[in-house]
């Protein structure tokens, strides 16, 4: 795949730029050794690996849903996230339920849904995002008592999920109106949102994004940084249409304070971008989607760095590299895209400072942070290439 960002070439959907308020971008959690580049593991088949969107890993703890129903999960601990009824990491996969057919993480909290259809979550509860009507912490996967669900996307403290006759449900902190529920109050239960008909659900650290069935973007939330594409910094707190984008728009991913877009095959991106997350050559805020001119089919974010890939081609990557989340064989930002050593990925599963891919055979690779082995390569050491991992 030929790659296009090398200044911008792509042009704003609107004339106007508005002014952005400033952010200070955050330190390190934590300086950690790393190793030297570890190679890829050729290409194998490996038995008992999930089918698409049955994998999930949000920030520090990983699970991973095998075709017989078994919730594998590895990674840190502190408030429970893991279900395994206590609160000690762990370096290697470990089986922590049954009759599982999806699994999504969240900062630390995590979220199932069974195969009769019911939610069932564990971890931090601290803002109401579990939904069980509390604030409580729970260490043990505890049944919601909501059913048939067919989605769950989770970010910080809260958590959207959908049912099956398509209605949208949050739950969690709403600061920043990011339920969109019409209010700033938090809810400790699922409420319904007045929307309906999402055929795509994606959530950041403060906003949420859906694409409806016609390919219109829609945006709730946090906007401070513009991340919502509005063509402004104000928050909203229920579902806005993106108006400026129109049509076209088939995938959506969220970092902390910027989103992606695939808008007719090419990437496009808004928000924050100290670290040239947006992939268009410099550095400067944007609260409008602007096309980055590169051909893709499907894109992800972790929180400053932003993934995209098309087919079966070359995955490529931008902005923050501290951690070595953009898999390049180095820990250099950037802020123009550039190619990773992985290619055929199927799927994404973003990480806050990281990124873990399926492949079309079916094997997992992951890069990036590591602390408490969140990669669930059996170390705690960062990477800066993507190395194999998969439930033992």
Known sequence: MENKTAGRTGKKLLAALMVL????????????QRVAPIEETPAAEVNN???????????????HVRPDGTLWVVGRNTQGQLGLGHNNPTLSWTQAATGVSKAYTSMQSSYIVKTD???????YNGNGQLGLGD??????????????????RGSGNYAYIVKSDGSIWATGDNVHGQLGLGDTNNRSAFEELDIIGASKLEVGYFSAYIIK???????VGRNTQGQLGLGNTTPQDIFTEVTAVGSGVSDVAAGTFHAAIIKDGTVWTAGYNAYGQLGLGDNNDNSLFENTTLNADKVA???????????????YSVGRNSN???????????????????????????MYYGLMVR???GTFSATGYNTDGALGIGHTNFVNTFTRTYPE
């Open 135 to 152: 604030s409580s912490n729970r260490n043990v996967f505890s049944d919601t008592g909501i059913n048939n669900v067919t989605e769950i």
């Open 324 to 350: 070595g989340q953009l898999g390049q064989n180095h820990d250099t930002t950037t802020n123009a895209f550039s190619q990773t050593n992985i290619s055929n990925v199927s799927d994404f599963y973003q």
């Open 21 to 32: 308020t400033p952010f200070a971008a955050s330190a390190d959690f934590i300086i950690q």
């Open 213 to 219: 069935p016609d390919g219109s973007l829609w945006a």
């Open 49 to 63: 690996i999930s089918a698409s969107n049955k994998h999930a890993s949000i920030s520090y703890h990983s699970a």
């Open 359 to 361: 492949r079309a055979d």
């Open 117 to 123: 259809g019911s939610l069932w979550v564990t971890g």
């Open 301 to 315: 974010a972790s929180a400053y760095s932003t993934y995209a890939a098309l087919g079966s081609g070359w995955l």
